[in-house]
């Protein structure tokens, strides 16, 4: 059972660290989607109204443990402090003298937020001595910890992990309500359960695959990872996105789904392009069909009926990883279709993925009618595989 915030008794006057995920999306220094902040509130909220004095720990992109001025959490405060009711001030550092005098300084239901753990090579360090220092640093700034960045609780480091273990902590309320749903689907879904995965991080996903081959009975592959099945089953792929050596393992995932009885379902025709721009004249070939001076950027229409029809066959679905370049409205017709699907249909649904959530919204779909929307990608991801995560364990009972 995870710990929740009112396992830490009255917290008035208490000095509450959180950690929030607020890695957002940024243009010219203005977040595009403030999808992240929004799902923070709820905790902090509660943590402001309970007269607690919040101390909020955040990453944003990735400094490789220096300070950095572009990926300062400005933007981040200055939008925190006109969706929440309280006062926001962000320190010019993690855990230095600004971080310590603005704590001190802090009143009852106020919020610091400290500047990008990130800027700190400890924080995402290997050596568990190294992230133990700056655990024992950050927990002089409060008295407890509640956890709430799900995006970030695969991640054994500081901010998310070591911290926990040096001061009474809790599980924030966005961390509870992502954890109950995906459990739906992890512990016991209601099958069939079919999982759609596509994007473009191929590597980090096809692993996932291997995972997932004994936990659900259809998997549909759409996405950059496509072209590599379809390789691995003799076509040729043009320009599309390709990994050379992981196809000899989509083999053996292939002879392996045959093995278990998992229905593994490949596009049948793929919308190709010459070249990846908006702009690009589309064409729909079949998948084993791909010229090569064109590249796939999108699942094609019979695909798009195909594994619409098997999602509506499942009971239980979860979704990472667009099917095409959405971004592009030419190459949105797969992702649109999974959405649609998804949406319309009576499966227990559960999206995950930065991308994959964007695209819900930018396609207009009404966030309510899936059963969730997770916060967190690779988090959810690891959860589907089976994985334990240490975040998570380290709030359990
Ligand atoms: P998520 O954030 O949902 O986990 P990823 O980050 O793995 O998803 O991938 C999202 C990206 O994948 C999108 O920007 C999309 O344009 C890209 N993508 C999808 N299909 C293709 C494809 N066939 N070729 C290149 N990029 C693709
Ligand atoms: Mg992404």
Do not use: C
């Amino acid at each position: 059972m995870l710990r929740t915030i009112d396992s830490l008794g009255d917290l008035k006057g208490k000095r509450v660290l959180v950690r929030s995920d607020f890695n957002v999306p940024l243009k010219d220094g203005e977040i595009t989607d403030d999808g992240r902040i929004r799902a923070a509130l709820p905790t902090l909220t509660q943590l402001v109204d309970a007269g607690a004095k919040v101390i909020i720990m955040a990453h944003l992109g990735r400094p490789k443990g220096q300070v950095n001025p572009d990926y300062s959490l400005a933007p981040v405060a200055k939008r925190l402090g006109e969706l929440i009711d309280a006062k926001v001030s962000l320190a010019e550092d993690t855990v230095g003298e600004s971080a310590r005098e603005g704590v001190s300084k802090l009143n009852e239901g106020e919020i610091l937020l400290l500047e990008n753990v990130r800027f700190d090579p400890r924080e995402t360090s290997k050596d568990d001595a190294e992230r133990e220092a700056m655990a024992n640093e950050l927990a002089e700034l409060g008295d407890a910890f509640v956890s709430d960045g799900f995006g970030v609780v695969h991640r054994k480091q500081t901010s998310v992990y070591d911290i926990a273990k040096k001061l009474p902590s809790a599980s924030g309320l966005l961390v509870l309500k992502e954890i109950e749903s995906l459990s739906k689907v992890t512990d016991n879904p209601e099958r069939p359960y079919a999982v759609v995965l596509g994007g473009s991080k191929v590597s980090d996903k096809l692993g996932v695959i291997a995972n997932l081959l004994s936990k659900a009975n259809i998997l549909l592959i759409g996405g950059g990872m496509a072209f590599t099945f379809l390789k691995a089953k003799g076509y040729e792929v043009g320009k599309s996105l390709l990994e050379e050596d992981q196809i000899e393992a989509v083999k053996g995932y292939l002879k392996e789904a045959a093995d278990k009885g998992v229905d593994l379902v490949l596009p049948v025709d793929v919308v190709v392009a010459p070249e990846f721009d908006k702009d690009a004249t589309p064409t729909v070939v079949e998948a084993d069909a791909i010229p090569d001076d064109q590249m796939g950027l999108d699942i094609g229409p019979k695909s798009q009926e195909l594994y619409a029809k098997k999602i509506a066959e499942a009971k239980t679905v979860a979704w990472n990883g667009p099917m095409g370049v959405f971004e592009f409205p030419n190459f949105a017709g797969g992702t649109r279709a999974v959405a649609q699907a998804l949406s319309s249909g009576d499966a227990f649904s559960v999206v995950g993925g930065g991308d994959s959530a964007a695209a819900v919204r930018q396609l207009g779909f009404d966030e309510a009618t899936f059963s969730h929307i997770s916060t967190g990608g690779g988090a959810s991801l690891e959860l589907l595989e089976g994985k334990t995560l240490p975040g998570i364990a380290v709030l359990e009972d």
